[in-house]
């Protein structure tokens, strides 16, 4: 059994996302946290950054350099490009190792057995000895810590950037779960369309996402915000700045948010009679940058009638999970 446990010693665990990637090393905790952005030059295909770098040239870089994120809906779009991102994210999270590492990976839970294996094939190719994967919920309520080896219901919903994943749990195994591509991303282009729709602004992924930040919410709030927000105009083109309001923001996201909702009342639905009621007095847990909208909380606890908490640390859940897979040896035994 020590072997065993040695065996994965020097291995890392990665919750590769659409919008951000995170590292965990076994031992030290979460190395790495950076957006799953790639900037790659058009003629050569030449990766020229990856990471933060990379973001910083969203939208901004000049004819023969664009910036890209592979992935999508949670998974890869390009695969080329995804294995060069995580060849970089690898080698940096472990340059102190001898050996090319073991890498647990979370998937969400929703993806074909052909998505899966690209996941896999892609972190092969970037370096990874052997690949391990685990469903996202899974991970998430792992990294929460929710006691999902307990015979009773366990709840997550994780809310992340090109997917929104619910499942309930109990004794170390899924017992329904329900992935949606509806997330964060589909947060950010619905303010985007708004604000074309409203004002005839026109403004990028990076506004959106900052808008969403500064004043996005799901329930009413108790001081509405106001933000001033920089664009250009499609009618006269020229740059423009206008002043929006949280009440708008709110509105703009209220069917994206609405398919989200609904998503959770039918796991509700499927649940098993005897888990339903624990349920009841357990609630469930959010995770993920979604649950960090304003009043997201208080709104999905409005339609179910649950108590809902948000993790401590909701945008690290997964990767904590993946992190608490490498040492737990009962799982890894049974799932390598």
Not at 78 to 87: H, I, S
Not at 173 to 192: C, H, N, P, Q, W
Not at 273 to 289: I, K, Y
Request: hydrophobic share 45%.
């Amino acid at each position: 059994m020590s072997n065993f446990f040695g065996y994965f010693s020097n291995d890392i665990g990665i919750d590769l996302g659409t919008a951000n990637t995170l590292v965990y090393v076994k031992d030290k905790g979460i190395v790495l946290r950076e957006p799953s952005v790639v900037a790659l030059d058009t003629q050569t295909r030449k990766v020229r950054a990856v990471g933060i770098e990379a973001k910083k040239m969203l939208g901004r870089t000049p004819g023969n350099i664009t910036a890209i994120r592979p992935m999508k809906d949670g998974v890869i779009a390009d695969f080329d490009v995804t294995e060069a991102m995580l060849r970089y994210f690898i080698q940096k999270a472990s340059q102190s190792f001898r050996a090319p590492p073991r890498v647990v990976i979370a998937i969400p839970s929703g993806i074909t057995a052909v998505e899966k294996r690209a996941v896999m094939d892609s972190a092969t190719h970037a370096g990874a000895r052997k690949v391990i994967t685990i469903p996202e919920p899974m991970a998430a309520a792992i990294g929460v810590g929710l006691p999902i080896d307990e015979p009773a219901a366990n709840m997550i919903v994780d809310i992340g950037g090109g997917t929104t994943e619910i499942a309930v749990i109990s004794l170390n195994g899924i017992v329904f779960s329900k992935s949606i591509r509806v997330a964060g991303d589909e947060l950010d282009a619905a303010i985007i369309n708004y604000m074309k729709r409203a004002y005839n602004l026109l403004i990028g992924e990076r506004t959106a996402e900052e808008i969403k930040i500064t004043i996005g919410s799901a329930y009413p709030l108790q001081e509405e915000k106001l933000m001033d927000v920089k664009g250009r105009d499609s009618v006269a083109g020229l740059p423009k700045t206008i002043q929006i309001t949280s009440q708008e923001i709110r509105e703009a996201l209220s069917d994206t948010i609405a398919a989200i909702v609904d998503a959770v009342r039918t796991t509700l639905e499927r649940c098993p009679p005897e888990l339903s009621a624990d349920l009841v007095d357990r609630g469930f847990v959010m995770a993920g940058g979604g649950s960090l909208i304003r009043g997201i909380d208080q709104l999905l606890s409005e339609k179910t009638g649950l108590p809902v908490t948000i993790a401590d640390d909701p945008l690290s859940a997964v990767a904590n999970g993946t992190g608490a897979v490498l040492n737990d040896l009962s799982w890894l035994m049974d799932n390598v």
